[in-house]
Each structure stands twice: as structure tokens, then as C-alpha cells.
């Protein structure tokens, strides 16, 4: 399940399709397999931009607590449109 997933510092995260998901030979070629949490009332089943979204933010949030990684600042918005 994605909340007990320690993501490596390094990685590539292969999303399937809504309909079809992975085939066969592409997922036995992953390291590891990562399933979404189910929320109260609601299937598992999210669009690939969503389970995404869900993927990455779950990657950020724990780089943000090991220490990993530091939160943008007003100063880094800033900078960006330099």
C-alpha cells in the first residue's frame, strides 16, 4: 500500500492505463508494485492523473519528513521567473 511505500531516492514511476493497466511483461520488469489506498465509500479506482498526483505527493510529503527534501519558499517563486 502506497502509505507503508518507502520511495528510493531514485526512481521511475510507470502508471497504466484507467481501462487496461500494465501488461504483463512491464510490470514483472518493476522493482516494486505500489497500490492506492481505498477511501471510505470509494473504489481504488482512480484516473491515471490522479493516482499520479496521489503518487507523487505521497513521495514529497515523506522527503519533506525524513529531511530529504526542503518546502519551496516565496523567494524560490520569485526566482523561477527570472
Known amino acids: ?3 507503508d511505500f518507502v520511495h528510493p531516492p531514485r526512481a521511475v514511476y510507470v502508471l497504466g492505463s484507467e481501462d ?3 501488461n504483463r511483461p ?3 520488469a518493476c ?8 477511501w471510505a465509500g ?3 479506482s482512480y484516473n491515471v492523473a490522479m493516482a499520479g498526483t496521489l503518487v507523487m505527493y505521497d513521495r514529497m510529503v515523506k522527503q519533506l519528513g525524513a529531511g530529504h527534501a526542503t518546502a519551496p519558499t516565496a523567494d524560490d517563486e520569485e526566482d523561477s521567473y527570472e
Do not use: D, F, Y
Open 1 to 3: 500500500p502506497l502509505q
Open 20 to 22: 487496461n493497466g500494465l
Open 26 to 28: 512491464i510490470v514483472e
Open 31 to 38: 522493482q516494486c508494485h505500489v497500490a492506492l489506498p481505498k
Open 42 to 44: 470509494r473504489s481504488s
